[in-house]
Nanobody, 115 residues
Framework: QGQLVESGGGLVQPGGSLRLSCAAT????????MAWYRQAPGKQRELVAT?????????AHADSVKGRFTISRDNAKNTVMLQMNSLKPEDTAVYYC???????WGQGTQVTVSS
C-alpha cells in the first residue's frame, strides 16, 4: 500500500550537505520501518540507514556514513528524511527510499558530489 516519492538530490561540492526527503502515501506509515538505500554507478544497491516506527535508527556502513548522515522521520507528514553532511565523492549515487514492510521502492534521487 502506498507510493514513495524522493526529492532533494542534486550536485554538491565535497564537504557540502544535502537533505533528502521521501514522501509516502498510505494510512499506516507510522508503523513501518523505513530505509534509505543507495546505488553507485557499477555497484549493487546497498542499505544506508533504517528507522523504525519508534525512531530507532541503524546505519549499515557505520564507518563510512555514521556521524555524517542522519535518518529521521515525521509521522505527521508521512515523511522520512536523510540529512547528509560532509559529503564525499564516494557518496555519489542514486538514493532510494524503501518501505521495509511492503518492500515498495521510490524512483530514486541522484546525488552527485563533485568539485
Amino acid at each position: 500500500q502506498g507510493q514513495l516519492v524522493e526529492s532533494g538530490g542534486g550536485l554538491v561540492q565535497p564537504g557540502g550537505s544535502l537533505r533528502l526527503s521521501c514522501a509516502a502515501t498510505g494510512s499506516i506509515f507510522s508503523i513501518k520501518t523505513m530505509a534509505w538505500y543507495r546505488q553507485a554507478p557499477g555497484k549493487q544497491r546497498e542499505l544506508v540507514a533504517t528507522i523504525t516506527s519508534s525512531g530507532t535508527t541503524n546505519y549499515a556502513h557505520a564507518d563510512s556514513v555514521k556521524g555524517r548522515f542522519t535518518i529521521s522521520r515525521d509521522n505527521a507528514k508521512n515523511t522520512v528524511m536523510l540529512q547528509m553532511n560532509s559529503l564525499k565523492p564516494e557518496d555519489t549515487a542514486v538514493y532510494y527510499c524503501r518501505d521495509e514492510l511492503f518492500g515498495y521502492w521510490g524512483q530514486g534521487t541522484q546525488v552527485t558530489v563533485s568539485s
